[in-house]
């Protein structure tokens, strides 16, 4: 995130923010979810359906973490790449949980099925080892 300023990614259209994301988390080899008492943060949104907020920085997984998670205790938590794409996404498919990318201070993210997620998150990474 060297050179950006956090608020002006979050100004960034979902569909941006998402290729941000994407490309962020590839380069860096990390994904940012929130833990509290060592658990992933999981929560539901206002349709009931379960999902795991991920970001591309622990700046912005901060800056976004929602007030009632930030009064339960919940920190930001790094992920390798790898781990992410090859465990925690099948896990959370298996119990039908979707991704909420790079929820924003207003609580606007893009939610995404998981194994949309895997495939652009391979492909960046396929495309950085060539």
């Given at each position: 995130?060297?050179?950006?300023?956090?608020?002006?990614?979050?100004?960034?259209?979902?569909?941006?923010?998402?290729?941000?994301?994407?490309?962020?988390?590839?380069?860096?080899?990390?994904?940012?979810?929130?833990?509290?008492?060592?658990?992933?943060?999981?929560?539901?949104?206002?349709?009931?359906?379960?999902?795991?907020?991920?970001?591309?920085?622990?700046?912005?997984?901060?800056?976004?973490?929602?007030?009632?998670?930030?009064?339960?205790?919940?920190?930001?938590?790094?992920?390798?790449?790898?781990?992410?794409?090859?465990?925690?996404?099948?896990?959370?498919?298996?119990?039908?949980?979707?991704?909420?990318?790079?929820?924003?201070?207003?609580?606007?993210?893009?939610?995404?099925?998981?194994?949309?997620?895997?495939?652009?998150?391979?492909?960046?990474?396929?495309?950085?080892?060539e």
């Amino acid at each position: 995130m060297k050179n950006k300023n956090p608020d002006e990614i979050l100004e960034l259209s979902r569909k941006d923010r998402l290729k941000y994301f994407v490309r962020s988390c590839a380069d860096n080899q990390r994904v940012w979810g929130l833990k509290k008492d060592g658990n992933w943060l999981i929560f539901r949104d206002e349709d009931g359906d379960e999902i795991f907020p991920v970001w591309p920085h622990e700046v912005l997984a901060d800056k976004c973490c929602f007030e009632e998670h930030k009064a339960v205790g919940a920190k930001a938590h790094a992920i390798a790449v790898d781990s992410f794409v090859n465990a925690c996404i099948p896990d959370m498919l298996e119990s039908s949980v979707g991704f909420g990318v790079f929820y924003d201070t207003r609580k606007k993210g893009l939610v995404i099925d998981g194994r949309e997620l895997k495939a652009a998150i391979e492909n960046e990474l396929a495309y950085l080892r060539e």
